[in-house]
């Protein structure tokens, strides 16, 4: 009974190809987002799916597409993957931070990440 | 500017003992969340404890504390009783509210991460 999972655990994969990482959550939340790792550990996000509208986007190549064919899913789409690329992306998902005010927070749960090597 | 900061790229422990684990934090929001996540050698990302800044009390989950100071815009993790599977990097991160403007509404930004380790 995983809460958010992620497929597939690892990539590895040549420059120019075009891969997908898939995101699955079933906890019933609104929020998913995506968020990146890179080889100093830093995290930071890439994109966040309310009820499957984009609300962030932070300065992501447009190489990087996430698609979110219902709230229960969020899959990112890389086109010609480059070598920098290579780095952990995590899924994770939240309630709505509007259902705060109900007592519930907002805090994020994580996938268990996938590792991207481009070759 | 940074908007979180964790000054202490290590730090070590004996077993059994408490440790506190630094962060600062830089917001003009009023209405913002606070989070520790742990991330062991494995790579998950595993959710420890969270103070909203309306909070009054200080938030406590089993042997995790938050030492929320507000006016110091401090929100140090105390973990008591240390275990050698506590040794991991730990994240502080915060998330601003729709005050902060529409980018920043709902996303996490987290500092450069501590690592600690537990000796026996």
């Known amino acids: 009974d995983t809460a958010v999972s992620q497929t597939p655990k690892y990539l590895v994969t040549q420059m120019g190809n075009d891969k997908s990482i898939k995101c699955e959550q079933n906890?019933?939340?609104?929020?998913m987002y995506w968020y990146k790792q890179d080889s100093k550990k830093f995290l930071k996000i890439m994109f966040s799916?309310?009820?499957?509208?984009?609300?962030i986007n932070e300065t992501v190549p447009n190489r990087f597409s996430p698609k979110s064919p219902d709230k229960a899913h969020l899959n990112l789409h890389i086109n010609s993957l480059e070598l920098g690329d290579s780095a952990v992306y995590f899924c994770a998902s939240s309630q709505d931070l509007v259902y705060r005010l109900a007592g519930f927070t907002d805090t994020q749960y994580f996938g268990p990440g996938t590792r991207l090597t481009v070759l | 500017a940074q908007k979180i900061t964790q000054t202490q790229p290590g730090m070590f422990v004996q077993e059994k003992e408490a440790v506190t684990l630094d962060c600062t934090y830089d917001t003009s929001d009023q209405s913002y969340g606070l989070f520790w996540y742990k991330q062991p050698s494995s790579g998950e990302m595993i959710f420890l404890i969270y103070q909203g800044s309306y909070d009054e009390q200080n938030a406590t989950e089993g042997r995790y504390s938050l030492n929320f100071q507000k006016a110091r815009k401090s929100a140090n993790l105390v973990i008591s009783a240390s275990q050698l599977g506590d040794s991991a990097m730990y994240f502080c991160?915060?998330?601003?509210?729709?005050?902060?403007?529409?980018?920043?509404?709902?996303?996490?930004?987290f500092g450069q991460g501590t690592i600690l380790t537990v000796h026996p």
């Open positions: 991160a915060m998330r601003e509210g729709p005050d902060a403007g529409g980018t920043s509404y709902g996303k996490l930004t």
């Open positions: 799916y309310n009820n499957k509208e984009l609300i």
């Open positions: 906890l019933g939340h609104d929020t």
